[in-house]
């Protein structure tokens, strides 16, 4: 996705708003690096949209309490997966 970055940060935004996803998943739809992602939705959407900005903002902040979580899940899965591959090749 190219183009002027304040516009990509309004798209970003959105998206984000819309969907309730993770800055991991906007980066993964949009083909562009986390870092770009959280960059344009933590500094540059600020001073272009604060409105939205807010909102973003809540739903980043949702994310980072429950990563964790979603993390410890994740991991619980790929044991998961790795023991029943293992219980396969007995």
């Known amino acids: 996705m190219k183009g002027a970055v304040e516009e ?6 959105e998206y984000i708003l819309e969907n309730k996803t993770t800055v991991r998943a906007a980066a993964r739809r949009f083909h562009i690096s986390k870092s770009t ?16 900005y807010g ?11 429950q ?4 993390g410890g899940l994740a991991t619980r899965e790929k044991y998961r ?8 090749t007995e």
Not at 8 to 13: E, F, K, P, Q, S
Not at 81 to 88: F, G, I, K, M, V
């Open 55 to 65: 909102q973003v903002r809540e739903i980043l902040e949702v994310n980072k309490a």
């Open 8 to 13: 990509r940060a309004i798209v970003l935004g």
């Open 37 to 52: 992602v959280h960059k344009d939705v933590s500094d540059r959407l600020k001073s272009v949209n604060p409105a939205l």
């Open 67 to 70: 990563r964790h979580i979603r």
């Open 81 to 88: 997966q790795l023991n029943s591959e293992d219980a396969d």
